[in-house]
């Protein structure tokens, strides 16, 4: 398969990307749309016509956000529900509640680097729970809506970060490894990464398209489990120890919504399943890790650690 590349690049803006496309009739939801780059996702979608629910943990946060696109202009409907990923009878309340056909699921919600090993309820490592489990048991609990759609498309915010790890199915929730924030992190991305692969793979007939993508570095409250030295080291504060709004090499919220939104909505990307994307092109395979520079690394991609892990999502599912 040749690589993907299309006119846009780092420096576009997901209002430059989606110029012009009309998504009038269609529904959309954005986890984690209340703010970031998932807001600006949203915004996107609604300015194009796309009725967008924000699925979010803070409906008042999702309110605000809510009315914030709307009081831009947008045409597209707004609506907030309640989603935290974390709570498995959240998300079956969620699917539940959702009614008609789903053209475009973001999965855009996540937690990075949380210090300290946390679980959740059902004793899973919390990155990987929400960063990956969580979404998965969303989209296949939507896995009709989306069919009814006839032509859905499932895009999932990863990150570089996959280069930290690769999923190790031996002990994925740390019960006998040393924990470490960077690792799990990065070990919950190669997994959404990995299930976007085998999504591609298994619901093609019903004409469902997945891709994954990197959005880039954008200072979002992504960071909030980042220390000072941890912020230093990445360049996002300043001399004085001031944090950057928009550190050096990194993009506004809007630039790092593009990615999404062109996976979302644009018909330069129509058809296209199973791709791993970041600033608005495929991006490439790479032999070694880069620390966290272009690319992704073949074990993300591996067809064969795709249809374990897709097994290992539906038995701790209980699916």
């Known amino acids: 398969m040749s690589r993907i590349i299309t006119p846009y690049s780092a420096q576009s803006?997901?209002?430059?990307?989606?110029?012009?496309?009309?998504?009038?009739?269609?529904r959309a939801i954005v986890t984690g749309g209340a703010s970031g780059i998932g807001l600006e996702t949203a915004r996107a979608l609604a300015d194009a016509g796309t009725e967008v629910t924000l699925a979010?943990?803070?409906?008042?946060?999702?309110?605000?956000?809510?009315?914030?696109?709307?009081?831009?202009?947008?045409?597209?409907?707004?609506?907030v529900d309640h989603l935290d990923l974390a709570d498995r009878a959240s998300i079956d309340a969620f699917v539940a509640g959702w009614t008609g056909p789903l053209h475009i699921l973001v999965n855009n919600a996540g937690i990075?680097?949380?210090?300290?090993?946390?679980?959740?309820?059902?004793?899973?490592?919390?990155?990987?729970?929400?960063?990956?489990?969580?979404?998965?048991?969303?989209?296949?609990g939507l896995r009709d809506a989306l069919a009814a759609a006839r032509g859905a498309r499932i895009v999932v915010v990863s990150s570089s970060a996959h280069q930290q790890s690769p999923v190790v199915f031996d002990d994925i929730h740390f019960t006998a490894r040393p924990y470490e924030a960077w690792s799990a992190y990065g070990q919950s991305k190669t997994a959404t990464i990995l299930f976007t692969v085998a999504?591609?793979?298994?619901?093609?007939?019903?004409?469902i398209t997945a891709n994954a993508l990197h959005p880039g570095g954008i200072m979002t409250n992504l960071?909030?489990?980042l220390d000072d030295a941890q912020l230093r080291w990445v360049g996002a504060l300043d001399e004085q120890g001031n944090r950057l709004e928009v550190p050096p090499g990194w993009k506004t919220p809007q630039q790092g919504a593009a990615t999404s939104v062109l996976l979302a909505a644009s018909p330069e990307v129509e058809g296209v399943t199973g791709r791993y994307f970041e600033d608005?092109?495929?991006?490439?395979?790479?032999?070694?890790?880069?620390?966290?520079?272009?690319?992704?690394?073949?074990y993300a991609l591996d067809d064969k650690d795709a249809d374990v892990l897709w097994d290992e999502t539906l038995r701790l599912l209980g699916r």
Do not use: C, Y
Request: cysteine-free.
């Open 112 to 140: 990075m680097a949380v210090p300290e090993l946390t679980r959740t309820a059902d004793g899973w490592e919390a990155q990987f729970a929400i960063n990956h489990l969580g979404h998965a048991a969303l989209t296949l």
């Open 13 to 26: 803006t997901a209002a430059e990307v989606i110029d012009g496309v009309d998504l009038t009739g269609r």
């Open 56 to 79: 979010v943990r803070d409906t008042a946060a999702g309110e605000r956000a809510a009315a914030d696109i709307t009081a831009g202009g947008a045409p597209g409907k707004v609506r």
């Open 199 to 207: 999504l591609a793979k298994k619901w093609a007939a019903d004409g």
């Open 280 to 298: 608005g092109n495929e991006a490439p395979v790479i032999a070694e890790r880069a620390d966290g520079r272009s690319g992704v690394l073949p």
């Open 223 to 225: 960071q909030r489990h």
